[in-house]
């Protein structure tokens, strides 16, 4: 909140949530905003992933008790929400490095949607992927 | 002429005060009614001890910059009915000290963007094909930023850290490298190759989306970060 | 002229993370279909990860893509950490922090690889 006790003209608010303060911004904003949850994801997934690989120097018996829970039915939404992830961070990436660079700044939006339309169906087929494999 | 009582819910706060608060006024409003016009009638009918900023009453100047339903818009042509909600929500610029209600303390900013040194005239790229007038030798044009401070509102990253440089600085140093008219673009590109500079931006593009002016930051900023980039694998290409 | 932390190492690291992003997408993708879809049933069993990692080359590539992986990760959560708006000691030891990190994840992960047998 405001600092009503010290009036210092020089200092702004600090607002170190702003990022995730969405409502009334648009397309950009919350592409940002979804790209570092995303992100953030991705990394405790990563630290997970690196445990779970730890379980292959303990030898084939703690590797294929766990591939099998691996494989239950009830891990396969937390494989869509994974691969929903690393689709969305990865294709809105390729915007963020193209337009970070300055090329197609002005169709940032129509590249934000595109690229929406190819996580949607990568997604799908990849679920199927999942199911059926 | 159609008229309506739309509530105004005006965020205040009083040197002093503990914590702001929002009060709510009813005016009466018409087809051609904008939020500049309703605070100015609230102040004069209802209560005076509201305080805002004004000036040319036609987006040129930039005093009026606030937040309407939660979106930086100059309140001069805000149209009430346009917004199309039975109340409208008053509130001061984000990412800046609040000095009383409406108005905000715009010091450091200014402290920050007169360092880009953006001279005030520009050469006009509309109109290519009008006549210039004789002993013309062709278009000039007031630079379009108007210091409003809506990209800083809008801005996430001004809000994360007080440090950076702003989408407006940084839209301003981008026309100076691009028309330098006598000032330095080089000193002002080193600037802002750095972690407050250009690299800080985020493309969220709420700058870009807010800008009452056609400035698109966003698009400097990008465009800042690519003269940096072929700089720098020049710079790469040609030592290997 | 107001300079703070000029140089250009805040652009050379933004330049760094976008291009190993971009070769993340070749990274990950092989890595994912490598491991998913020419297996079969999709996940490899103890005596299928021994096979796959007795090829040097297998071995080589997915050590690049932890390096690659883990430079992109550190990277991004740095990033986040400097919107905290840390001051100057703050930032020393984010990156202190951050490169401490990655170097064990790394060597974790390379130990490990030695690790099966």
């Known amino acids: 909140m405001l600092d009503t006790t010290r009036f210092n003209t020089r200092r702004r608010q600090r607002r170190p949530g702003a990022w995730l303060h ?89 590249m ?21 494999v | 002429m159609t008229e309506k009582n739309v509530q105004f819910k005006v965020f205040r706060y009083k040197q002093g005060d503990t914590a702001p ?24 009918d209802q209560d005076g001890t509201l305080t805002f900023r004004h000036s040319c009453h036609h987006a040129s100047c930039g005093t009026c910059g606030m937040r309407v339903n939660g979106k930086e818009v100059l309140a001069c042509v805000t149209n009430v009915m346009e917004l199309g909600t039975p109340e409208v929500v008053v509130e001061p610029l984000q990412n800046a000290p609040i000095i009383s209600d409406l108005v905000v303390d715009m010091g450091g900013f200014y402290e920050t963007f007169s360092q880009a040194h953006l001279p005030l005239i520009r050469e006009s790229e509309y109109l290519p094909e009008s006549d210039v007038a004789e002993g013309v030798p062709f ?100 030592q290997g | 002229m107001n300079t703070k932390q ?49 090829h040097p080359w297998v071995v080589a590539w997915e050590i690049l893509f932890l390096v690659v992986v883990t430079f992109h990760a550190a990277l991004g959560v740095r990033s986040i950490l400097l919107d905290l708006g840390p001051g100057k000691g703050g930032r020393r030891i984010i990156n202190w922090g951050i490169t401490l990190l990655g170097l064990f994840a790394v060597l974790y992960g390379v130990w490990l690889t030695f690790q099966i047998k």
């Not at chain 1, 294709?91 to 700044?105: D, F, H, K, S, T």
């Not at chain 2, 608060?21 to 004069?44: G, K, P």
């Not at chain 3, 998913?36 to 990692?53: A, C, I, K, S």
Request: hydrophobic share 50%; aromatic share 8%.
């Open chain 1, 22 to 110: 969405l409502k009334g911004r648009h397309v950009g904003a919350w592409a940002f905003a979804l790209n570092r949850l995303a992100g953030l994801g991705l990394v405790l997934y990563l630290i997970l992933h690196l445990f779970v690989l730890s379980l292959l120097a303990k030898g084939p018996r703690a590797w294929d008790d766990f591939v099998a829970l691996a494989k239950s039915p009830l891990i396969l939404p937390l494989d869509v929400i994974l691969l929903a992830g690393i689709l969305y961070h990865g294709l809105n990436g390729v915007r963020i490095a193209l337009i970070g660079v300055g090329i197609g700044v002005r169709q940032h939006k129509t």
């Open chain 1, 112 to 132: 934000f949607w595109t690229l929406m339309v190819i996580v949607a169906v990568l997604l799908a087929v990849g679920t199927w992927g999942f199911i059926t």
């Open chain 2, 21 to 44: 608060h929002y009060d709510t006024f009813t005016v009466t409003v018409n087809e051609r009614t904008t939020v500049l016009d309703a605070l100015e009638a609230i102040r004069r």
């Open chain 2, 139 to 238: 278009h000039m044009r007031l630079e379009s930023c108007l210091e409003c401070g809506l990209c800083l509102s809008a801005c996430p990253v001004v809000g994360t850290d007080p440090e950076y440089l702003g989408p407006a600085t940084l839209a301003a140093v981008w026309r100076v490298v691009q028309e330098p008219r006598g000032e330095d673009p080089e000193a002002l590109l080193a600037w802002v190759d750095s972690e407050q500079g250009c690299w800080r931006c985020h493309a969220a593009m709420e700058c870009t989306e807010v800008c009452p002016s056609n400035v698109d930051p966003g698009g400097a900023i990008m465009a800042l970060r690519g003269e940096l980039t072929r700089r720098k694998i020049g710079h790469l290409l040609g």
């Open chain 3, 6 to 54: 000029s140089g250009t190492w805040a652009g050379t690291l933004w330049l760094l993370q976008a291009l190993s992003g971009l070769l993340l997408i070749l990274l990950l993708g092989s890595h994912m279909i490598v491991n998913h879809y020419v297996v079969e049933r999709g996940l490899r069993t103890y005596q299928d990860v021994v096979n796959y990692l007795s």
